[in-house]
């Protein structure tokens, strides 16, 4: 199975994108409307992002109907995840360490959150075992 991948959003770009993976898919004037409440933009400037976005892969149109319907291309996870691959190997020379823990000195982690992200490290220590018993087996 072949990774999808889109070129690094911009901060605009990333706004429209969190608008389509709330609503889902959307017209440029609902896409607009959403905007409009967070920043001064005018209708062509929504307009104009959304081609650009088209033209790069971020979304898609469908153009069935007389008013296109502009849908994410990636879901906000595989965004995220292609987003902190960039940084972690940008600024953190691909290590996962030096990032979370940046991350957890930057911003105070709840109790809640800390129990999450220990799941989440007891999770990958057992898949990451699994691979290497894999590995052995094949050898």
Do not use: C
Not at 16 to 25: H, Q
Not at 101 to 118: G, V, W
């Amino acid at each position: 199975m072949s990774k999808l991948t889109a070129p690094k959003p911009t901060d605009a770009e990333l706004a429209i994108l969190r608008i389509l993976w709330e609503r889902g898919p959307s017209t440029v004037r609902q896409v607009h409307d959403i905007l409009a409440h967070e920043r001064q933009a005018a209708y062509t400037t929504a307009l104009k992002l959304l081609q650009i976005m088209t033209e790069k892969g971020l979304v898609e149109r469908d153009e069935r109907d007389r008013t296109h319907i502009y849908r994410a291309r990636l879901s906000e996870e595989q965004t995220q995840r292609q987003l902190v691959r960039d940084l972690l190997d940008r600024a953190f020379g691909g290590s996962s360490m030096k990032l979370v823990m940046q991350a957890l000195a930057t911003k105070r982690a709840s109790a809640e959150e800390l129990r999450d992200i220990r799941r989440a490290i007891d999770g990958a220590r057992t898949e990451n075992a699994r691979e290497v018993r894999r590995d052995d087996a094949n050898d």
